[in-house]
C-alpha cells in the first residue's frame, strides 16, 4: 500500500509519538530501576572480559567446545577464580549473572523465589520433556509436585522391598573373579527398574533383559535417552541461536523416549477407565500411592500424562545412577575409604539393613555426601528473572554489595564451583575425603538436591536407594578395585556422570 503525499505528515507525526512514547516508557524504566538501585545501595558487578562484548558469541562457542572436550566444569571454576564469585555476562541480547555465592543462590531459590521463573527453558527441554514438573512454573509446576510428592511420604520410600528384589538381579551381572565391569551401566538399569516400579507401578525390568542376554529395546532407550539430554544441555548453551542448528538425531532420539513412555501411558489411561471400581477394592487394602494412577486420577489428557511421565522418568533414572556411579568411581580409587566402610557395615551382620539402620550409617552417610559436594548430579542451573530485583552480594570491587537484577536477565549459579570453594571447604576442597564431614554442617554452601519450594522432592529416596546398594555391595564384596587409569572426567548432559563409566573390578572374601 502507498501513502498519499498529503498522508506523509500523518505518518511521521504518528512514528514521531510511537517513538517519543517509546523513549519516555524506556526512561521510565531506567529510572525506576535506578532508585531500586540506589535505595538498595546496589553497586556493579565485574564484567568477564569478552571478545564480543555485545553479543557474547565467543563465550558461547567456548562453552561448546569445552563441553565437547569435557572441560565445562573445570572452565567454570576457572572463571570463578578470575573474575570472582559473581561476575556478568551476556549470551546476545540477554545479560547473564553467573554466581557462586550461597547468598545469592538462597535469594533465588528461596527468599525471592516469586521474582524468578524458569525462563525459556521449555524452549530446549520441551521436545524430549513437554510441560512437566521440570519445564513449568506457576499452577502447572504446583499442580505437578502435588501429585508426585505423595509417593515420597516416609513410609514408602522407607520400604525397601523394591530395593532388596533387584539387588539379585544385579549381584548375578557383577562378575566375582576380578573381571572388569563398568558399574555405571548397571546402576543405569538397577535404577530404571526401581523408578518404575516405584512411581508407575510396572518394572520395565531392564536388569532382568540383560541377564537373558538379549539386547533390548532398553538398550536402545538408554542411549537415546542419553543422547537427547545431551541435546538439550546443547540446545541450553546454544539459547535462541540453537534454530540455526537442526539435530535430527535428537529428534529421532525423542521419539524413542516418547515410545518407551507410551506403554506406561496405557496404563494410566487404563486404570483411569477403571478408577472408580478399583478404588472402591483397593480401600480395603490401602494400597500404597502410585504418580501414575495419582496422575492418571487427574487427567486423561495423552500427551499430559506422557509428559509428567518422562520428567519424573528422568528424575528417577539418571540422578540416583549418577550418584552411584560418580560414589564408585571415587570409592575404587580410595581402597582406605571402602575399606572403612566395610568396618561400619559389618555391625549389620550380613543382614540387609532397615530403614532405621541405614540412617545410622555415619561413614555412608559421608562417602555419599561427599561424591555428591565434588560431584554434584546437577552442576549448575539457571533462573529466569521475571520481575527487577537485587542479590544481595556480588557487587562493588569487594563483591560484597547487593547488586540490581534487571527484569529478564538470568541468573546462573554452579553448584560445583560453590562445592570447591576453599573458603568452605578447606585447601583440599577438590579431594575426595569423606572424613570432613565428620565437622560440616553446611548451610546453603552445599546443594545436590536444591532449596526453597523447589527442592528435590526425590531427595529421600535417592539416599536411601543409593545407600541400601552400596551396603549390600559392600556385603557381598570385599575387594573393589579401578580398573580406569585415568582421573573422574566429567560427562554433563542435565546430569553429571562419569565420562569413561565405572570400571572396577569385584571379589567376594
Ligand atoms: C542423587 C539423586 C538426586 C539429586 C542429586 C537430585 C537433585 C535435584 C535437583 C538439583 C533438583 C532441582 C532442579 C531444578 O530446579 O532445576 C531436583 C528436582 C527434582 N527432583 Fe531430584 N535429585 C535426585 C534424585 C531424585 C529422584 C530419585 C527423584 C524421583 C524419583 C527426584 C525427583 C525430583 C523432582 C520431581 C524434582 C522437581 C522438583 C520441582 O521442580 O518442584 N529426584 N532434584
Not at 542376554?213 to 542411549?223: H, K, L, P
Not at 546462573?412 to 565428620?438: I, K, L, T
Amino acid at each position: 500500500m502507498f501513502l498519499m503525499a498529503s498522508q506523509y505528515p500523518v505518518a511521521l507525526l504518528v512514528g514521531a509519538v510511537v517513538f517519543l512514547l517509546y523513549t519516555i516508557t524506556s526512561l521510565q524504566r531506567k529510572y525506576h530501576q535506578y532508585r531500586i538501585a540506589r535505595a538498595n545501595h546496589c553497586q556493579p558487578v565485574r564484567f568477564q572480559v569478552s571478545k564480543d562484548p555485545f553479543l557474547g558469541l565467543d563465550s558461547i562457542r567456548d562453552n561448546i567446545d569445552c563441553a565437547k572436550k569435557h572441560i565445562l566444569l573445570e572452565r567454570s571454576l576457572s572463571r570463578f577464580r578470575q573474575y570472582g564469585n559473581t561476575f556478568r555476562t551476556r549470551r546476545l541480547r540477554t545479560p547473564i549473572i553467573v554466581t557462586r555465592e550461597p547468598q545469592n543462590i538462597k535469594t533465588i531459590l528461596s527468599l525471592r523465589f516469586k521474582d524468578y521463573g524458569l525462563g525459556n527453558r521449555i524452549h530446549a527441554f520441551g521436545p524430549l520433556l513437554g510441560h512437566g514438573i521440570f519445564t513449568s512454573d506457576g499452577e502447572h509446576w504446583a499442580h505437578s509436585r502435588a501429585m508426585i510428592r505423595p509417593n515420597f511420604v516416609k513410609d514408602q520410600v522407607a520400604h525397601l522391598d523394591i530395593f532388596e528384589d533387584l539387588m539379585g538381579d544385579l549381584l548375578a551381572l557383577i562378575p566375582t573373579d576380578g573381571t572388569t565391569v563398568d558399574m555405571q551401566e548397571l546402576f543405569f538399569s538397577y535404577t530404571i527398574d526401581s523408578a518404575t516400579e516405584f512411581l508407575f507401578g510396572h518394572s520395565v525390568q531392564s536388569l532382568k533383559k540383560r541377564l537373558s542376554g538379549v539386547e533390548t529395546d532398553e538398550n536402545d532407550f538408554a542411549s537415546a535417552f542419553n543422547y537427547a539430554q545431551d541435546a538439550i544441555a546443547t540446545s541450553t548453551r546454544l539459547g535462541p541461536l540453537r534454530h540455526l542448528f537442526r539435530d535430527r538425531k535428537a529428534a529421532q532420539c525423542n521419539r524413542v523416549c516418547h515410545e518407551l513412555v507410551e506403554q506406561f501411558v496405557e496404563k494410566a489411561l487404563q486404570y483411569r477407565a477403571n478408577y472408580q471400581e478399583e478404588a472402591a477394592v483397593d480401600d480395603e487394602k490401602k494400597p500404597r500411592y502410585l504418580f501414575l494412577q495419582g496422575l492418571a486420577q487427574q487427567t486423561g489428557d495423552r500427551t499430559r500424562i506422557r509428559d509428567e511421565l518422562m520428567n519424573v522418568l528422568l528424575a528417577g533414572r539418571d540422578t540416583t545412577a549418577s550418584l552411584l556411579s560418580n560414589m564408585f568411581f571415587m570409592l575404587a580409587k580410595h581402597p582406605r575409604v571402602w575399606q572403612k566402610l566395610r568396618e561400619e557395615v559389618a555391625s549389620l551382620q550380613g543382614r540387609a539393613p532397615t530403614y532405621a539402620q541405614l540412617r545410622n550409617l555415619t561413614y555412608l552417610k559421608y562417602c555419599m555426601n561427599e561424591s555428591l559436594r565434588v560431584h554434584p548430579v546437577v552442576p549448575s542451573n539457571a533462573r529466569f528473572a521475571v520481575t527487577d530485583t537485587v542479590l544481595p552480594v556480588g557487587g562493588g570491587l569487594d563483591g560484597n554489595a547487593p547488586v540490581f537484577v534487571p527484569k529478564g536477565s538470568i541468573v546462573a549459579y554452579n553448584v560445583y564451583s560453590m562445592h570447591r570453594r576453599e573458603d568452605f571447604y578447606g585447601s583440599d576442597a577438590g579431594e575426595y575425603r569423606p572424613e570432613r564431614w565428620a565437622d560440616l554442617r553446611p548451610g546453603w554452601e552445599y546443594l545436590p538436591f536444591n532449596g526453597g519450594p523447589r527442592i528435590c522432592v526425590g531427595q529421600q529416596y535417592a539416599l536411601t536407594e543409593a545407600g541400601y546398594v552400596t551396603v549390600r555391595l559392600v556385603q557381598q564384596f570385599s575387594v573393589l578395585e579401578s580398573r580406569d587409569p585415568g582421573p573422574w572426567e566429567e560427562n554433563l548432559t542435565l546430569t553429571l556422570c562419569s565420562r569413561n563409566g565405572t570400571k572396577v573390578s569385584f571379589q567376594s572374601s
